[in-house]
């Protein structure tokens, strides 16, 4: 079963406009979520994480929101840009973040020009 | 810094013979985790440990892998025999133990492994 559903495989954007993620995850033990960044045959990158106590977490153009209630986290760029596209993965950690990953499988972003 | 190292990037073997991947974590990072993807199951955690110690193997697919971390600077994945449903793209990631940076793991760029 997973517990950390991307629901959407890919996204398309223009360009300067505003890029939404979602992620829902189903494990309450949960504390921790992340979003990476994942170049073709490259690692991932991380981008911006939020702990439970928190509701929104900003960094640049990059913001995430968590709603506890609804399990539900959502990545959002703004405004987006031609270097934004890329596969977007959700992670969730437990323990305060000491315990492994647990990742979506991913949401592709394109940014159309 | 260099980062996370991962040697080799392509492996192909044959069904049946020894894997060995291996991974070289960021200086004075505590923690390393071994991770597979495949198109099936996405990104999963196989094994993870703190200060050389393996703390969660709970993701490990069967007794065919093992993983070790001798000392604070290599670990090395082992799949022996390999089979065909164990390729995928391994990757090596480290993070500090520090509070400052607690969560985020820094990965490595995967070592791509086909079984024929």
């Known amino acids: 079963d997973q517990q950390v559903k991307q629901n959407s495989p890919s996204l398309s954007v223009q360009e300067g406009r505003i890029s939404i993620l979602n992620c829902d995850y189903t494990?309450?033990?949960?504390?921790?979520f992340l979003w990476y960044k994942k170049y073709p045959a490259e690692g991932p990158t991380f981008l911006i994480s939020i702990s439970s106590i928190k509701d929104k977490n900003e960094d640049g153009r990059f913001t995430v929101f968590l709603n506890k209630s609804a399990k539900h986290l959502s990545l959002h760029i703004v405004p987006s840009q031609p270097g934004d596209s890329a596969v977007y993965f959700c992670a969730a950690s437990g323990g305060g973040g000491a315990d492994g990953l647990t990742f979506g499988k991913g949401t592709h972003l394109i940014i159309q020009p | 810094d260099a980062g996370v190292i991962q040697s080799p990037r392509h492996e192909v073997t044959e069904m049946g013979q020894e894997v060995t991947l291996r991974c070289k974590p960021i200086?004075?990072?505590?923690?390393l985790f071994w991770y597979r993807q495949t198109m099936m199951r996405g990104l999963e955690l196989l094994i993870y440990f703190n200060n050389n110690v393996p703390i969660d193997d709970s993701g490990m697919p069967e007794d065919r892998f093992s993983a070790k971390m001798p000392n604070a600077s290599f670990s090395t994945l082992k799949i022996q025999p390999s089979e065909p449903r164990d390729s995928a793209v391994y990757f090596c990631?480290?993070?500090?133990?520090?509070?400052?940076?607690?969560?985020?793991?820094?990965f490595g760029p995967g070592t791509r492994l086909t079984v024929l």
């Open positions: 990631a480290s993070r500090t133990g520090q509070d400052s940076s607690y969560n985020e793991q820094f």
């Open positions: 494990n309450s033990m949960f504390d921790y």
């Open positions: 200086s004075g990072h505590d923690y």
